[in-house]
């Protein structure tokens, strides 16, 4: 899902080219959902659709909604026999109560996490289950500092442009709770991710990822920051020609009491 704090102008075909491994990853998580055929499900975050696709080959009745409509468009034209609406995790309504709601690589872009899970609660029925895999605890600590001292050189308070929020199995275990979840599985794990295009690999994941740390910046200053970030984390995250991100991913079913 977007980065709603900013935009929610994505370039979904820059998403699709260079970030396949947001919704390739995301295949591990169809395993917990086990979705079952003539199931109502909604893929929340859905982005260009193709996990809500897979979920769909299992026989169950899928729909897909994202904040982006750049992403949504997409979605359609790869997906025509597929539902797929503009939509926000925050606020968004159920025609009758679903099975489940699936959501992967979206929810640390909410930080009103307690409107999501609520959103997420009231659209289920009673034994529906919440299948989620997002940003936990430490999730791209490494990138983030190298961010924030960057701009911080050029003298620009940089935790106010922070678009994430990545809580501990704790915290979110928590907000469920009090909403109304019974939470059956919870894990947090480290996943380093390699991204695509060799060198250019970090500088394309914070263009289309952390596009919120630039906001207001000339082109020369992001040239001059993002280079920064990247002579910081050469040493730990580059390998042979590869950058990686250092990701830490939460994985959670939860069931609606």
């Given at each position: 899902?977007?980065?709603?704090?900013?935009?929610?102008?994505?370039?979904?075909?820059?998403?699709?080219?260079?970030?396949?491994?947001?919704?390739?990853?995301?295949?591990?998580?169809?395993?917990?959902?086990?979705?079952?055929?003539?199931?109502?499900?909604?893929?929340?975050?859905?982005?260009?659709?193709?996990?809500?696709?897979?979920?769909?080959?299992?026989?169950?009745?899928?729909?897909?909604?994202?904040?982006?409509?750049?992403?949504?468009?997409?979605?359609?034209?790869?997906?025509?026999?597929?539902?797929?609406?503009?939509?926000?995790?925050?606020?968004?309504?159920?025609?009758?109560?679903?099975?489940?709601?699936?959501?992967?690589?979206v929810l640390h872009w909410m930080k009103e996490a307690d409107s999501a899970i609520a959103s997420i609660h009231q659209s289920l029925k009673p034994g529906g289950r919440f299948v989620?895999?997002?940003?936990?605890?430490?999730?791209?600590?490494?990138?983030?500092?190298?961010?924030?001292?960057?701009?911080?050189?050029?003298?620009?308070?940089?935790?106010?442009?922070?678009?994430?929020?990545?809580?501990?199995?704790?915290?979110?275990?928590?907000?469920?709770?009090?909403?109304?979840?019974?939470?059956?599985?919870?894990?947090?794990?480290?996943?380093?991710?390699?991204?695509?295009?060799?060198?250019?690999?970090?500088?394309?994941?914070?263009?289309?990822?952390?596009?919120?740390?630039?906001?207001?910046?000339?082109?020369?200053?992001?040239?001059?920051?993002?280079?920064?970030?990247?002579?910081?984390?050469?040493?730990?995250?580059?390998?042979?020609?590869?950058?990686?991100?250092?990701?830490?991913?939460?994985?959670?079913?939860?069931?609606?009491?």
């Open positions: 899902m977007s980065n709603i704090s900013k935009t929610n102008n994505w370039d979904s075909s820059l998403y699709e080219d260079k970030h396949a491994f947001v919704w390739q990853y995301g295949e591990d998580l169809l395993k917990l959902l086990n979705p079952k055929p003539g199931e109502s499900i909604l893929d929340l975050g859905c982005g260009t659709g193709q996990l809500t696709e897979k979920i769909a080959q299992a026989g169950a009745e899928v729909m897909g909604i994202d904040y982006a409509p750049t992403m949504i468009e997409k979605a359609r034209q790869n997906y025509p026999h597929i539902r797929f609406d503009v939509g926000d995790a925050r606020n968004f309504q159920v025609d009758k109560p679903l099975d489940a709601v699936f959501s992967n690589a989620a895999e997002f940003g936990g605890s430490g999730n791209v600590e490494a990138i983030v500092t190298a961010l924030e001292s960057a701009l911080e050189a050029i003298n620009i308070p940089a935790q106010a442009l922070n678009p994430w929020y990545f809580p501990t199995i704790g915290e979110y275990a928590t907000l469920l709770e009090q909403q109304g979840f019974d939470i059956i599985h919870a894990m947090l794990f480290t996943r380093p991710t390699p991204l695509a295009e060799g060198e250019a690999g970090m500088a394309n994941w914070i263009q289309m990822f952390a596009s919120s740390f630039l906001t207001g910046l000339s082109d020369e200053q992001q040239i001059e920051v993002i280079r920064a970030v990247e002579e910081h984390l050469k040493p730990t995250l580059y390998q042979q020609g590869t950058w990686r991100a250092d990701y830490r991913r939460i994985r959670i079913v939860a069931i609606k009491l």
